[in-house]
């Protein structure tokens, strides 16, 4: 009988003799199964986002580290000033560009110079930008001192450019807002079309920031109310450090305010919303509720729809007529031609005036309602003002209207002429009995006061003539230093800007004859 185990130089795993048995060997087969694994070196990191391994150093002692004893490949651990320079030599590869892909070879060369002692190759280095990135290792102040070493503007183009700071790669854009998990891979595309994604808003802040200042007040676009999803907060805090240097650039507080309003109105050109193009001050609002000017609407409609059926019913069949009938019979089964017609007409048209009345009531009991209300509380304020608006009822509108060029000189020459008070001497008695009292102590403004008193601002309530929403003094929380200092110097100065003294005028007639005199109401 042959034998079959000559070739085996040693006992059997886990101390099995060639146990006879369907499971003989079983559990010594798993142990050993085990200790190969364990024995085996690791071949990819455990966590997606891990750092590439394979970096190996060439005796640089920050990136010494002990292999394992099992003889695995070495690692080399990654210093904070290491990664600075990593990112260093990205910036400087990339010069100021976004979407090229020709910049690995500047990107090692340059890091070669940061970091001669170490030695790796460009796939190696690509990896370990794409992880510094995605990782979150440095916070976005960081990264934009960093690109600011690495490409320092040099000409009047570079300083445009530079007025918007690159916040590459941030964690907090568009993208990013999913939290969807990424993977370390050897290709830039997720790396080039975030910078895209960045390039892109950096390019409509500037046009933003830039319109806005040739734009008077006045005519500015009304910013509507965006949704607070996460992909809007995401875009408003991926402009956050975009700002900074156009905030830092600001003289006084309208300067400022125009920065703000264009960052606005960027991040509502990002996120699709509809802005209007007609300034505010072009077209007022209609006092009638949107829900009532829809039921006038519907009845208008059903009232040009009765008239049109009432025609077929006496015999007028042009074409525009019966294509209305039919779509006023649609989905009901009721053919023109059938014998019943007249008096499927005479019921539809039945349906129409029935609901035309239950619209109209609806109306009236709204007004009724509305006019109660306006009565009482007219009532408690104000009484002789209510029994003269039940005597005499306001009628407007009855005489020509005054010339507006008139009205403008008039009231301009009221408020916009500088006044010379004359002094009398009982100023310089009220000044001598005020000179013993003690002044009141300086008041400083910080930035913890600006951010405070946004914070307990209603998001959308209606803004200024600046057109500027609390919510956006909130989401951009990079202004609340320069607002704090520019406060801080109009009160030391003495001095408001014109946007604090700026308003819109309403001219309210007194009474039915429009050339009297008007009534001023802000």
Not at 16 to 35: I, K, N, P, V, W
Not at 432 to 460: F, H, K, L, Y
Request: glycine share 6%; proline share 6%; charged share 25%.
């Amino acid at each position: 009988m042959m034998e079959y185990g000559r070739t085996r130089k040693g006992p059997l795993p886990g101390g099995r003799q060639g146990a006879s048995g369907a499971g003989a060997g079983r559990g010594s087969m798993r142990t050993a199964s085990r200790a190969r694994g364990a024995a085996r070196p690791p071949s990819s990191p455990s966590h997606p986002s891990s750092p590439p391994a394979g970096l190996v150093s060439a005796g640089s002692s920050r990136a010494q580290q002990s292999a394992p004893a099992s003889g695995g490949v070495r690692r080399m651990h990654w210093t904070t000033q290491m990664n600075s320079n990593a990112l260093r030599a990205y910036f400087g590869a990339k010069g100021g560009e976004t979407g090229c892909l020709a910049y690995r070879a500047r990107m090692h060369r340059l890091f070669a110079e940061l970091e001669p002692s170490l030695t790796v190759t460009e796939q190696n280095l690509s990896d370990r930008v794409r992880y510094i990135l995605r990782s979150n290792i440095f916070d976005v102040a960081e990264l934009e001192r960093l690109r600011r070493e690495a490409v320092p503007s040099s000409d009047e183009n570079a300083t445009a450019e530079d007025a918007a700071p690159q916040m590459v790669e941030q964690p907090a854009n568009v993208d990013a807002a999913v939290n969807t998990p990424v993977v370390v891979d050897s290709n830039d595309d997720g790396t080039v079309a975030q910078e895209l994604e960045l390039e892109h808003m950096r390019s409509t802040l500037e046009e933003a920031v830039v319109e806005t200042r040739s734009t008077p007040l006045e005519n500015r676009p009304r910013l509507p109310r965006i949704a607070l999803s996460k992909r809007n907060r995401a875009v408003v805090r991926a402009l956050n450090p975009m700002l900074v240097t156009y905030l830092e650039a600001s003289r006084d507080l309208c300067e400022t305010d125009s920065i703000l309003f264009g960052a606005a109105l960027a991040v509502c050109r990002i996120i699709g919303a509809k802005v209007s193009t007609a300034g505010r001050a072009t077209g007022h609002s209609s006092a009638i509720p949107a829900w009532r000017r829809r039921i006038e609407e519907r009845i208008a409609k059903a009232r040009a729809l009765i008239g049109r059926l009432i025609c077929f019913r006496s015999g007028n069949n042009r074409p525009r007529i019966v294509r209305t009938v039919r779509m006023a019979f649609a989905g009901t089964n009721v053919s023109l031609s059938q014998p019943d017609i007249t008096q499927k007409l005479t019921e539809r048209i039945d349906d129409l005036k029935q609901r035309i009345a239950a619209w109209g009531k609806r109306i009236r009991r709204y007004t009724e309602r509305s006019t109660r209300f306006n009565q009482n509380r007219l009532f408690q304020s104000d009484q002789k003002r209510l029994y003269e608006s039940l005597e005499r009822p306001m009628v407007s509108g009855t005489g020509p209207a005054p010339n507006q060029a008139d009205t403008v000189v008039f009231w301009r020459g009221l408020w916009s002429e500088p006044v010379n008070h004359s002094e009398g001497p009982w100023t310089e008695v009220v000044a001598s009995q005020c000179a013993g009292i003690t002044p009141m102590d300086p008041v400083i403004i910080t930035p913890d006061d600006v951010a405070e008193a946004v914070r307990r601002a209603p998001n959308w309530k209606s803004p200024g003539l600046d057109g500027l929403h609390h919510y956006w003094l909130k989401g951009f929380m990079v202004c609340h230093s320069v607002l704090a200092r520019q406060f801080q110097e109009s009160l030391n100065q003495k001095s408001l800007p014109s946007l604090f003294t700026t308003g819109i005028t309403h001219l309210v007639p007194k009474d039915q004859e429009l050339k009297a005199k008007a009534r001023v109401t802000l």
